[in-house]
C-alpha cells in the first residue's frame, strides 16, 4: 500500500478527543498507509484543566507503547515555542526559543512519547526576543546528537525563513527544510487574517508558494486545510473574512467537482492540496472515522488537467 501525502494532526488527542477515540484514528491511519503524525509540545493546554500542554503528546507515548512495531512505521512531528510559562501566560509568557527552553522541550517530548528521536521539529512560532543564531545553534546540536532530525518552521514570515536557513548555512548545522502555514483552498480576504487568527504570518501566500517552489529543499505542511468542517457542516459556517466573491465563485466549482467525481468537497480539497504547485502536505485533524477516510480518499485522488483548471480559475 502507498503511503500518504498527509499527515494526521494530533492536537487534541488526549483531550477534547477521548483516549479510545483517538487510539482508533491512529491505527486507521498507519493501516492506510499514514506515517506522519503532527503534535506539539502545548497541546491541547487551553483545553486542559492544569493549563498546561503535553496531553497529545503523553496520549503518543501510551498509543506507541501499546503497539509493539509501529514506530518504525510513523514519523514523529512536534513543535516547541508555545508552551506557557504560567497558566494564563498565553501568547505574552511563553517558552520561547532560546537555547534552555529548546533543551527542555526536546527531553520532554522524548520522555513524553517514549521516543529516542524526533523525525521533524518545527519552531512552532518566530521568537523575536531571542537572537536567531541562539534557536538555530540549538536546533544544530540537537540534530548532531540524533535527538531531532528534519528542523522545520511554523507561522514565520519568510524573510524571517531566509534568514534562518542563511544563518545555519553559516553556522555549519542543519538547515530548515519544511514550512507549516494555514492554507486552504479558500482564501481570506488580504489584510484581515489576524483578525481570525492568532499568528499574523500563518497563511500561505503567493510569496510563499513562489518560495517553495523555486528552492527545492523546501517541503510546504498545511494546517487547517478543512477548515473546521466548514466545507461539510451547515454549522461550521465560513467566517466572515472570506465573504467575497472568490469564494462564492470557488465554491460553486469545488461543489461541481466533487458531484461529478462522486466524492466529498473535503476529499477534493485534499487532492488539490496534494497535488499542488508546490505540493502541500495537508494535516488532517480528524475526530471521527469518516472524517479520516474522506481526507484519506482525497489523498490518493487524482485530479484531472481539466478539473484542475476549473478549480484554480475560479476566482
Known amino acids: 500500500m502507498s503511503t500518504l501525502d498527509l499527515a494526521l494532526g494530533a492536537m487534541e488527542f488526549g483531550t477534547r478527543i477521548d483516549e479510545k477515540t483517538s487510539f482508533a484514528l491512529l491505527d486507521q491511519y498507519v493501516a492506510e498507509g499514514g506515517v506522519w503524525i503532527d503534535t506539539a509540545n502545548c497541546y491541547a493546554f487551553w483545553q486542559s484543566e492544569s493549563g498546561f500542554g503535553g496531553q497529545s503528546e503523553e496520549l503518543l507515548g501510551r498509543w506507541l507503547a501499546r503497539r509493539p512495531g509501529v514506530r518504525e512505521k510513523v ?135 513562489d518560495f517553495v517552489e523555486n528552492q527545492q529543499q523546501w517541503e510546504l505542511w498545511a494546517y487547517s486545510p478543512l477548515m473546521t468542517g466548514a466545507y461539510e457542516r451547515d454549522d461550521r459556517p465560513i467566517n466572515e473574512a472570506f465573504d467575497h466573491p472568490g469564494t462564492t465563485r470557488r465554491l460553486e466549482a469545488l461543489g461541481k467537482v466533487a458531484a461529478e467525481l462522486g466524492v466529498s468537497r473535503s476529499s477534493v480539497v485534499v487532492a488539490w492540496l496534494c497535488g499542488e504547485t508546490p505540493p502541500v502536505r495537508p494535516i488532517i485533524g480528524a475526530s471521527r472515522p469518516e472524517q479520516l477516510t474522506a481526507a484519506i480518499a482525497g489523498a490518493r485522488l487524482e485530479l484531472s488537467a481539466e478539473q484542475r483548471a476549473q478549480l484554480d480559475e475560479a476566482w
Open 75 to 209: 514519523r514523529i512531528a512536534t513543535k516547541v515555542g508555545w508552551e506557557p510559562k504560567v497558566v494564563g501566560g498565553f501568547p505574552e509568557q511563553t517558552e520561547g526559543l532560546g537555547s534552555a527552553a529548546i533543551d527542555a522541550a526536546v527531553e520532554t517530548s522524548l520522555r513524553r512519547m517514549g521516543v529516542e528521536h524526533l523525525d521533524l521539529y518545527w519552531a512552532h512560532r518566530d521568537d523575536r526576543n531571542t537572537p536567531m543564531e541562539e534557536t538555530i545553534a540549538a536546533f544544530g546540536r540537537h540534530h548532531a546528537a540524533g535527538t531531532i532530525g528534519q528542523v522545520g518552521l511554523s507561522n514565520w514570515a519568510i524573510w524571517r525563513v531566509e534568514r534562518a536557513r542563511g544563518l545555519a548555512a553559516q553556522l555549519g548545522v542543519v538547515e530548515p527544510t519544511a514550512l507549516q502555514l494555514r492554507y486552504s483552498y479558500l482564501q481570506p480576504r488580504p489584510f484581515v487574517r489576524g483578525r481570525i487568527h492568532d499568528h499574523r504570518f500563518g497563511w500561505v501566500t503567493d510569496e510563499v508558494l
